[in-house]
């Protein structure tokens, strides 16, 4: 970054840091429900700041207020007889702008016989998956150092999760895995594509989508996933959103490094009412990306929006029903510089134009059993993506196709799931049905293949899950398995998906849990593989396998304290019925990480895969002003492909994955935070120089080299400062975020531009030169959030 650039930076910082907190500053009240598991109120829960002498008590609607209470982080605790106490730990209390916390107890049977309140405010997971998971709140997500307030770049800092190629997209790696192997859920509706740009047929990209104002909590399963679950092969990102406001209009503004969003919250229909049954939250965000590129020089015009929004109606004290929403207009583009530089001029070449469109839109209706022994939860769906995607022989005139891929997938789904509690025992069981349409159609020159193509067809599948606990809450065992089948592949049915899971969690000693779980996952191949055809508008893959992944895990976990956890984690791997390239040799698993077109080929789903390793995690919640996690985890990913017998390593094998996110809380609502992560050197795939100069400006790797040549070590630290202001009117927020802070070049295979004259015009006769480039800048940023 231009040096002048980053002096303004650094001075507008220095302005807005020497406000004077002379402003008063103004108390507010924090409000909530507590409930059981079932969604019942609970009357006479204590709720309490921690280390403070301000709490209530909950109504008989489950509701409290907690009243005048001064603005600043706090551990927010609920007690009530007979459940486990819990604690939400780093809760943001703001002038302006706090949303509600809410409460789902559950009860404690460790005293039969005699009524307590017990002190078990420990770091929980679910009983159905007890390892590999993690949550984060918003407050945490929101100041995430690096994030840009990015949701799923917070969840590439979490255990076992493999930075990208490079460090700038947000592909989810988990321990080993392909990126296309994670599901995505919003609100319990399945969404396939969560960031700007997409890699259509996987779903990293460069910008995430979800806007963080509407996070209550994220949660990522990195093994032992829930059976409702259909299509993980290694990972479930969960994005639990809060409500709106219901007593009063709100909103906030946000400016960060990249773009600006407008989020707005309340109350809809609340005449003279001091709440409302209906609430709304919506947002719209917009990048300037754009014109920051232009002003240094860039060639390349990364132009999007995106918007959200949550509708919420309580029918009654047993029904209600949301409307949610989620999509994004994305345009990347090429514009020439003005000047020559061989970088800018390589990137020119090779980059893609891109048009994309999504939405996704779904209505739940969530009712709870009036004889408080369960709740159900229903979900009409749709979701759409249209993505067009360019690459030109000539970009800067846009001329010359050599590349396009015109698509549309459009997924209808309807999802039911019904919770009934019979004494200790817990049955979670339900259906899933889906209407896929899928069109295509592609050009490829130098490929020479030409088609279109259209399917339509229809996915179900069924899923069962019960959960006891013994011995006074000792041990805990979940069962539970799931079918799928669909009408368009020939080879699976419901049967031969069968896949069950089993977890168990054993406290053999106080503070002290063995944990465990197997499970078996199957996920169809996507849109583009199923859709393949060849010139004679064949079918190339009807005959294509669900891909198949057996999970094994073993851990221990040992509680320093009720906020503080250490735990250790085996896990393996293994997978059948991989997709494998015919035209490259290798396993799809090895793909999906760049900007492409996953899977629009011809496959065979014959290989196999395994990654295997363990990995150690220390976790701190807010405490005496601290919190952080440090994670380390040591794996092999390794597949095959045709030769079902040799294993390679994947080009996501970097073998040791070191992560820490910590932050401490100073007085006056200052805060730092940092966050460093580190990747061991990982193989890649080498470029083919003949066939690249050939067939340029596509790059054509030479996959038979996979595994001789391996990047460097990925180290990267970033940190965050932060300052807030509560104003009567208004809560203000200023960060500053330096990436990269230690200046470490930031590995990425080497590129390759045609050789040219200063002038940019091009050496004959052609031939190709390594493109030299400096990934080791530090970048300096700032951000302001407002409330209001």
Request: aromatic content about 14%; charged content about 20%.
């Amino acid at each position: 970054m231009d040096v002048m650039i980053k002096r303004k930076l650094f001075s507008l910082l220095l302005v807005l840091l020497s406000i004077q907190t002379g402003w008063a500053q103004v108390n507010t009240d924090i409000y909530g429900i507590v409930t059981d598991n079932t969604g019942e109120p609970i009357l006479g829960a204590s709720v309490y700041l921690e280390g403070t002498q301000k709490g209530a008590q909950t109504d008989l609607d489950g509701k409290y207020v907690i009243k005048d209470v001064e603005p600043g982080s706090y551990n927010l605790v609920v007690s009530y007889i007979g459940f486990k106490t819990q604690t939400k730990y780093n809760i943001l209390v703001r002038s302006v702008g706090t949303p509600d916390y809410n409460f789902e107890l559950e009860e404690d049977t460790e005293e039969l016989g005699e009524v307590v309140v017990t002190n078990a405010n420990k770091i929980s997971r679910p009983k159905e998956t007890p390892l590999s998971t993690q949550t984060l709140s918003a407050v945490e997500i929101a100041t995430y150092p690096g994030s840009n307030n990015d949701v799923v770049r917070v969840a590439q800092t979490l255990p076992g999760v493999s930075p990208s190629v490079g460090g700038f997209r947000n592909d989810l790696i988990i321990r080993g895995g392909a990126p296309n192997e994670t599901v995505y859920y919003l609100d319990g509706m399945e969404i396939p594509n969560i960031n700007h740009f997409a890699t259509q047929g996987s779903a990293g990209g460069p910008v995430g989508m979800v806007n963080v104002s509407f996070i209550d909590n994220v949660t990522l399963s990195t093994s032992a996933f829930g059976a409702q679950y259909d299509n993980p092969l290694s990972g479930v990102l969960q994005f639990s959103q809060r409500n709106g406001n219901n007593r009063n209009f709100t909103g906030n503004f946000r400016v960060s490094a990249s773009e600006a969003a407008l989020t707005f919250e309340g109350p809809l229909f609340k005449g003279n009412n001091d709440e409302s049954k209906t609430t709304f939250l919506a947002s719209v965000r917009r990048s300037y990306l754009q014109f920051l590129f232009k002003a240094i020089g860039l060639p390349i015009r990364p132009d999007y929006w995106d918007y959200q929004y949550k509708l919420n109606h309580k029918i009654d004290s047993y029904n209600e029903i949301s409307l949610i929403g989620i999509g994004s207009i994305d345009d990347f583009t090429l514009e020439a510089p003005e000047d020559f530089d061989a970088e800018q001029q390589a990137t020119l070449d090779q980059a893609p134009f891109i048009e994309q469109r999504t939405n996704a839109i779904g209505l739940t209706w969530k009712k709870r059993f009036k004889d408080g022994t369960g709740f159900m939860e229903t979900t009409l769906s749709n979701n759409t993506l249209f993505n067009n995607f360019t690459r030109y022989e000539d970009p800067e005139n846009e001329a010359g196709v050599i590349f396009n891929n015109d698509a549309r997938e459009s997924e209808t789904k309807l999802r039911y799931a019904a919770t009934k509690f019979f004494g200790d025992w817990k049955l979670t069981a339900g259906f899933n049905a889906q209407r896929s349409d899928y069109e295509n159609a592609t050009v490829d020159v130098n490929g020479g293949l030409q088609f279109d193509t259209s399917i339509d067809f229809y996915k179900y599948g069924f899923f069962s899950n019960v959960t006891k606990s013994f011995f006074n809450n000792k041990l805990d065992l979940s069962f539970g398995f799931r079918m799928d089948d669909d009408t368009f592949t020939e080879q699976d049915d419901l049967f031969s998906t069968f896949s069950p899971r089993f977890s168990l969690s054993y406290e053999f000693t106080e503070n002290w849990r063995l944990n465990g779980s197997l499970g078996r996952y199957y996920k169809l191949p996507p849109y583009t593989i199923l859709g393949f055809r060849d010139n004679n508008g064949v079918l190339l893959n009807k005959n294509a396998d669900y891909t198949v992944s057996d999970h094994y895990v073993l851990g221990i976990q040992h509680y320093f304290s009720p906020s503080s956890t250490i735990s250790v984690e085996g896990f393996y791997k293994r997978y059948d019925d991989y997709p494998v390239s015919v035209t490259d040799q290798v396993s799809l698993a090895n793909k999906g990480g760049g900007f492409e077109v996953l899977g629009s080929e011809d496959i065979a789903t014959v290989g196999k895969g395994r990654s295997y390793g363990a990995e150690l995690q220390f976790q701190q919640k807010l405490t005496n002003n601290f919190y952080g996690i440090f994670a380390y985890t040591w794996f092999y990913s390794e597949f095959t492909g045709f030769d079902t017998e040799t294993y390679l390593p994947s080009v996501w094998d970097s073998r040791h994955l070191v992560s820490f996110t910590g932050g401490y809380k100073f007085g006056n609502n200052w805060e730092f935070s940092a966050r460093y992560r580190f990747a061991g050197e990982t193989p890649f795939v080498p470029t083919d120089l003949d066939a690249t100069l050939a067939n340029y400006p596509e790059v054509v790797l030479d996959y038979n080299r996979l595994g001789e040549e391996k990047l460097g070590t990925f180290s990267q630290l970033d940190i965050r400062i932060d300052k807030k202001w509560n104003l009567r009117k208004l809560a203000l927020n200023v960060f500053f975020e330096a990436q990269n802070v230690l200046g470490q070049q930031i590995p990425q295979p080497t590129e390759y531009g045609l050789s040219r004259n200063a002038d940019g015009s091009v050496v004959e006769p052609r031939s190709l030169v390594a493109i030299e480039s400096d990934n080791s800048q530090l970048i300096p940023s700032i951000g302001i959030v407002v409330d209001f």
